[in-house]
């Protein structure tokens, strides 16, 4: 029988990530996949007629041929530049495994059509067409405020508390208008639906920040897309894990989980035992540690032009806010293509992805695939959103959500790290000679 510190089940990002940064630290790491190939949740199909087959659409048509140039993410998300993801990429060095290329445009709807969302304080009082004149000012009045808020120069707070001032007071500080409330709420800052606003303004302002400061480098946009597709970033992280001598192996089943006192003892997998402390898993492998709190919708779409109104974008973000369509959750699209290296020559990726509020998720997302249409070909998945039971403390069985309907990696990236504290003990920090070290020592 083998024993190990860690065994990892699932070569999902959130899997491959933790099995790195445990590999790092010194764990003894044993990570299997029931899959032959990287990806666990979601993960990518890297020939047309696969993703046909695994939607059970016939085709592909001759139009679509030379299906071996498509490289398809299932759940496509982009990185902010100066986001947590990026972060993580640089700290462990994964970057050398990857090429990235800029986003073009971040866009919002509104009122039927689709807007540039400002990439700039000169962009947002000169060019932007989704405010007026005096809504320019008071947008940029906003945006210089939070560049510069810093809770350890008092002076540029101006009164406001963080952990007590609501976004809502924030922005009527600065007399913005629902409609500028709205896009910097849901383009800017990424909330998800209006909750954010009766919460401490402390997170909005954080993220209104990393938005321009991940815009500031790059210009144009505030997001990067891997070439090839997001494929590259759990083969990446797994290979780190066996650089510092993680052992791999795909295409193996896991029988089952043996527990000892309600507490993970090992893994048998074809038979053989495998001895751990601790087991890291996506919600696939113990389904009765999950349950589910709600659904979410996503339409791959093949396109052969870009998309209408985004300044023929190879690739862009659109955000629907939730109230332009009486939604609870905001409509995301994402569109990518062949300069990405995912497409052929002319090809185009678009997904559309929400949270399902009714029995009909398809009519709830019929807006978004009007602005794409004409499309070739659509496939649509609807699948649960599974958190774990319990925090994995007691167990030692620490499981991954599932992934969200957002098109950004940010709240992956909070479980990333929320998982890495409990498993540890310790916060997921940056830089240091020492990357990952547990406050938590390890008991036989």
């Keep these: ?61 001759k139009s679509m041929e030379n299906g071996k140039a498509w490289n398809i993410d299932l759940i496509p998300k982009f990185f ?29 709807y509104k009122a039927g059509k689709v807007h540039k969302v400002p990439s700039s304080e000169e962009d947002a009082v000169h060019a932007s067409d989704l405010m007026g004149m005096f809504d320019r000012r008071r947008f940029r009045k906003l945006l210089l405020f939070a560049l510069s808020f810093d809770v350890r120069n008092p002076r540029n707070c101006q009164d406001v508390d963080p952990n007590k001032t609501t976004t809502r007071d924030l922005f009527c500080r600065f007399d913005l208008g629902l409609d500028v409330m709205e896009f910097t709420g849901h383009a800017i800052a990424l909330h998800g639906s209006d909750g954010y606003l009766d919460r401490p303004c402390g997170e909005t302002i954080r993220r209104i920040k990393m938005y321009f400061e991940s815009v500031s480098r790059h210009n144009s946009s505030p997001y990067l897309y891997p070439l090839y597709g997001l494929g590259e970033l759990p083969q990446g992280f797994a290979r780190l894990s066996a650089e510092y001598g993680g052992t791999l192996l795909l295409n193996r089943t896991v029988d089952e989980l043996v527990m000892d006192d309600g507490k993970v003892k090992a893994v048998k997998s074809e038979g053989k035992l495998f001895r751990c402390k601790r087991l890291i898993c996506d919600p696939s492998y113990v389904p009765n540690r999950v349950r589910k709190v709600g659904r979410v919708i996503r339409v ?40 990405h290296n995912v497409a052929p020559d002319g090809m185009y990726l678009a997904t559309v992805s929400t949270a399902a509020e009714t029995s009909n998720p398809e009519k709830e997302v019929e807006p978004a695939l009007e602005l794409l249409r004409p499309v070739m070909q659509e496939f649509v998945s609807v699948s649960n959103m599974l958190v774990p039971n319990e925090g994995g403390q007691k167990s030692q069985i620490f499981v991954s959500r599932s992934y969200d309907a957002t098109n950004h990696f940010e709240a992956e990236c909070e479980d990333i790290k929320d998982m890495y504290r409990r498993i540890t003990g310790a916060e997921l920090c940056f830089g240091g000679s020492q990357r990952h070290r547990s406050t938590t020592p390890d008991h036989e």
């Design 1 to 61: 029988m083998e024993e190990y510190d860690i065994i990892v089940l699932g070569t999902g990002l959130k899997e491959c990530v933790l099995s790195s940064l445990m590999s790092q630290s010194g764990k003894k790491v044993l990570h299997i996949d029931k899959k032959p190939d990287y990806g666990g949740q979601g993960g990518s199909i890297s020939h047309l007629e696969e993703l046909f087959k695994k939607f059970k659409v016939p085709g592909p048509a």
């Design 300 to 339: 791959i779409c093949l396109l052969n032009h870009p998309v209408k109104n985004t300044h023929e974008a190879h690739s862009c973000q659109i955000i629907i806010p939730q109230t332009q369509l009486n939604r609870k959750s905001d409509i995301y699209i994402s569109v990518v293509s062949y300069v």
């Design 80 to 108: 902010l530049a100066n986001g947590e993801l990026v972060k993580i990429l640089v700290h462990t060095e994964v970057t050398r495994y990857l090429d990235f290329k800029v986003v073009e445009g971040s866009y919002v």
